[in-house]
């Protein structure tokens, strides 16, 4: 999808093309205003179908419709117009279906959280749903702050190491010990004024920023030298270093804050751009190698890495079904995406509030339940497509910079859907990540609509090269 | 750069893939499997949005679904509460279901094939979705009269219409309340499920079908049936008349009930030994014999094969391989030899139906919501273990033993009764289960019966099928007969 949209030019492009214009002898560089033109048609019908999923909901698990539709529907719709109308005046060449898609998976999101809240009978700001419109709001309210702050992404390489500090801070402010909260078992959360929030979810964009910036400035040195050894050409030791501290890190993760899934992102998401600076397939060897032999030892020593290991591959099993922290919830997971089959039961007909945590870790199976195959299918392809917008700002990108952080911040959104709804479908391990825009959870929210924010910035700055055609 | 991109986008775009085919194997593939899983509680949540069809007897409920406000739409009541439980069973949230609930779940939840086109119709149109209701063959008086019978006892009544083989009541006790599991609060229901499963006399055990027990004395019919048609014996065939038999290489001795001998002379008849149903003569004749004819007629009457009514029966048993000592205890039921209510039922039956066994059932009638007829009762028969005239010989010795045998407490004035009775040793020291068949009346017969009473009626080894079974089969059979 994106290599056709490289060698032949999307939709966009054509739209996007110096055409000249006959008659008047005017070389048009761009038309900017057509692409926010396509944004807000896309908008306005993303609008129309989350409003269109919360009435279905309240018809199929109420019986009637009232005015909540106007709370949760329009209130997000509100945000996200205000966004667009931003766009129209700092970033008007920004991609047109970043918005949109980013729209639609949080209001179907919000409609699917509403769903379960009517079924656990939560109101006014016990409902999970209410809450999450605040959060897209500050998310939203955030996203356009950065948008107006950062009018060119070239700006954050200069703070490369002040990104690695805020990632490492956030990183660290779990394990404090008053605000710091383990939930579910997890020590990845910071506690202050009656809410939580999750600070790994910021820090993997700090991450990025950080690895975007320094290896551009360090790629020579990783690509360049290194002994060859079975066909690969293998780092010296002293430039092990960063992965190696890396791995570290993730090690940490592992052990001390307890989340596999962090673990596994922040790791990959190093090891891809990595590869992506240097060219060099050895460091994705010597990465995996490295996680691999981690995850394994972790296996071993640590009881809650095993238990999930075992839930994974012997699921149905009634010992490790019952057992506390045994596989309850996956196989309910299981059963509610069974029970929706190919076309679900209908938003608000199925139970997804049967399986655990199915606003959150599990909303996916929740929409696979009430949505069907069909809707997983609508879903997955839109997250696709999401990252396949931020793949082609790095394929057209002319800072390296830029490109290294378009592939980090659409990676991670890549790799944290593989991660979450490959461990919903048993492809690999359950681990507690949340799906990005759906899941309920601030800090998760907060995370992704900056990405979206530096994605738009970046595809703004991309299309803004006076020569360059995309 | 650009070729680590592509590198990268083709993993991102497995890593979709990967997704895409997960989930159409969960969605698609693995989705019936899944439903069918016991821990699956969203088949059943949705098995409670259905309005489940009723079970009616003579077109009264004694299960239906009323609409309800709690998360379920509907609530299963059983408005007869313990009379009908052997025959309805339970339908619980989380401990399953039993009985007809369970046996003709299809189509009481409206998903058997034959509904296909209505369940349908109705998601189209938006209808709710409704299950056929069950018309049993349950004749409420006769239920009723064998309830109130077999009062406290442990134990069973089942009584069929032995030229059709509908079954017309069918009893089982303890009994239970399964109003008290249609509940819907599965904590509760757990509570009362692990209280039924404890409590003494298993009381979720349909006791007429799927409960095994030495038949005992009425076994007889099946030994003598064996020696008349089978062996080929008149019905004044003769034996010697011991009142002690030992049992071939082995310590153990054979007596009869009373614990002289069969009557008086040297001999005693095959009729004799069956209208006073005495087991020596009963043992040597199955030694002389053989084990072939025995085991041949008892076959025929049923043993060995599956049933279901649409409830699964237990199969009821008659060893094969034995030696002579093992034969000559299982010629008079004892031994290895179990059967269920409705298989010693069906040795009446089959006398009183000319030597034909007429395939039993409690269904009547499958009425889907629209009124169309599903399924609707047909006499079939199951199988003939014996011709006309060793059926009408066999009547009329089981019409003496009423009348001037083993079996008098079953005498109705005025109308001729066959009957046998059965008095089962369990083991050394163990209560006795005690055993009534019969039919009447014995020149038409409208109803065959069978009646346990077990833990020996909670007289230990002092009880008898006479004293405490015959006279509950006898309101039975009064209760059909006064219709």
């Known amino acids: 999808m994106t290599n056709g949209a490289v060698t032949n030019g999307g939709p966009t492009a054509t739209t996007d093309a110096p055409t000249p214009t006959p008659g008047r002898g005017i070389r048009r560089i761009r038309v900017p205003q057509k692409l926010r033109n396509l944004e807000l048609f896309l908008l306005l019908f993303v609008c129309a179908v989350n409003a269109f999923a919360v009435v279905l909901v309240q018809f199929g698990a109420l019986g009637y419709a009232d005015m909540t539709v106007f709370t949760l529907g329009a209130g997000l719709a509100v945000l996200v117009l205000g966004l667009h109308v931003a766009l129209r005046f700092v970033a008007t060449n920004a991609d047109p279906f970043i918005l949109p898609i980013a729209a639609l998976l949080n209001g179907i999101g919000i409609a699917i959280i509403y769903r379960i809240d009517i079924a656990e009978k939560l109101t006014g700001w016990e409902s999970t749903a209410v809450r999450q419109v605040v959060w897209s709001g500050l998310a939203i309210a955030l996203a356009l702050v950065v948008i107006l702050v950062i009018r060119n992404h070239r700006v954050l390489q200069r703070y490369t190491y002040l990104a690695m500090l805020v990632a490492a801070i956030l990183l660290l402010l779990p394990m404090l010990p008053v605000i710091g909260q383990e939930i579910n078992g997890a020590r990845v959360w910071i506690h202050f004024g009656g809410f939580s929030f999750q600070p790994g979810e910021v820090a993997k964009i700090a991450l990025a920023v950080f690895f975007a910036g320094y290896l551009v400035s360090r790629r020579d040195s990783l690509s360049m030298v290194g002994t060859k050894f079975l066909g690969l050409r293998f780092p010296r030791a002293r430039d092990l270093g960063p992965i190696l501290v890396l791995w570290a890190l993730s090690m940490a993760i592992i052990i001390f804050q307890r989340d596999l899934g962090t673990a596994l992102l922040y790791f990959g998401l190093f ?107 609508a879903i997955l392809a839109l997250y696709l497509l999401f990252i396949s917008r931020g793949f082609r700002i790095s394929f057209a990108g002319q800072d390296d910079f830029g490109r290294l952080l378009g592939v980090g911040l659409s990676f991670t959104v890549a790799l944290q859907c593989f991660i979450v709804i490959g461990g919903v479908t048993r492809v690999i391990p359950l681990t507690g990540l949340t799906a990005p825009f759906m899941a309920a959870g601030g800090s998760s929210l907060v995370a992704n609509w900056i990405i979206v924010a530096l994605l738009l910035r970046l595809s703004d700055t991309v299309r803004n090269q006076p020569r360059l055609v995309i | 750069m650009t070729r680590e991109l592509k590198r990268v986008t083709i993993v991102v775009l497995l890593m979709f893939v990967t997704l895409f085919v997960s989930t159409t194997i969960i969605q698609f593939f693995q989705a019936d499997a899944l439903a069918d899983d016991a821990r699956n509680a969203r088949t059943i949540y949705a098995s409670y949005d259905t309005e489940r069809g009723a079970i009616l007897v003579d077109g009264q409920p004694i299960a239906e679904s009323v609409p309800t406000d709690d998360e379920f739409k509907y609530q299963r009541t059983y408005p007869q509460g313990p009379l009908y439980s052997a025959v309805t069973g339970y339908y619980t949230l989380g401990q399953g279901s039993s009985q007809i609930e369970q046996s003709l779940n299809d189509y009481l939840s409206g998903t058997s094939d034959s509904q296909f086109l209505d369940y349908l119709n109705r998601i189209i149109t938006g209808q709710n979705p409704q299950g056929a209701s069950v018309e049993l063959t349950i004749d409420p008086v006769v239920q009723q009269a064998a309830y109130d019978a077999l009062g406290s006892y442990q134990g069973a009544v089942v009584a069929i219409e032995p030229s059709t083989g509908r079954i017309l009541a069918m009893v089982s006790k303890p009994d239970y309340d399964p109003n008290t599991l249609a509940v819907h609060d599965t904590q509760q229901v757990l509570d009362t499920y692990d209280t039924l499963l404890g409590a003494p006399g298993d009381p979720l055990i349909n006791k007429t079908i799927n409960d095994l027990n030495p038949p005992g004395s009425t076994f007889k019919i099946v030994t003598t049936s064996a020696a008349l048609q089978n062996a080929g014996l008149p019905v004044d065939h003769t034996e010697p008349n011991l009142a002690r038999l030992p049992l071939a290489g082995s310590d153990r001795t054979v007596s009869n009930a009373g614990g002289g001998t069969c009557g008086g002379g040297d001999t005693v008849t095959i009729a004799t030994a069956f209208v006073l149903s005495c087991n020596i003569p009963m043992a040597e004749l199955g030694v002389e014999m053989g084990e072939s004819p025995l085991a041949d007629m008892a076959n025929a009457f049923g043993f060995g094969s599956e049933l279901s009514v649409p409830m699964d029966v237990s199969t009821s048993l008659y060893p094969r391989g034995l030696d002579d000592a093992q034969l000559a205890l299982s010629a008079f039921g004892q031994g290895s030899d179990v059967a269920t209510p409705l298989q010693v039922a069906m040795l009446s039956a089959a006398v009183a139906n000319g030597g034909t066994i007429m395939t039993p059932t409690l269904v009547d009638r499958i009425q889907a919501p629209d009124l169309s007829v599903l399924e609707t009762f047909e006499a079939k028969e199951l199988s003939t273990p014996l011709t006309s005239i060793t059926a009408s010989t066999l009547s009329q010795l089981m019409v003496e033993a009423v009348d001037n045998g083993a079996a008098t407490n079953a005498r109705i004035d005025g109308v001729s009764v066959a009957g046998k009775t059965g008095t089962a040793e369990n083991g050394e020291g163990d209560p006795y289960t005690l055993w009534f068949t019969g039919f009447a009346p014995a020149d038409n017969p409208r109803v065959a019966v069978a009646v346990v009473v077990e833990d020996g009626g909670g007289l230990g080894q002092s009880g008898s099928g006479n004293e405490l079974a015959a006279p509950i089969a006898k309101r039975v059979l009064e209760a059909v007969l006064s219709k």
């Open chain 1, 271 to 377: 090891v891809v751009m990595i590869y992506v600076a240097t060219g060099r397939a050895s460091w994705v060897v010597l990465g995996v190698g490295l996680f691999l032999a981690g995850a394994v030892i972790a296996g071993q020593v640590l009881v809650y890495v095993n238990d999930r290991f075992t839930n994974w591959l012997d699921a149905f099993n009634p010992a490790i079904y019952d057992a506390q922290g045994g596989s309850y919830q996956l196989v309910q997971g299981l059963f509610g995406l069974a029970n929706g089959g190919l076309i679900g039961t209908g938003l608000g007909e199925g139970r997804p509030d049967i399986t655990p945590l199915a606003q959150s870790d599990y909303v996916i199976a929740s929409i696979g339940e009430e949505l069907g195959l069909a809707g997983m299918f």
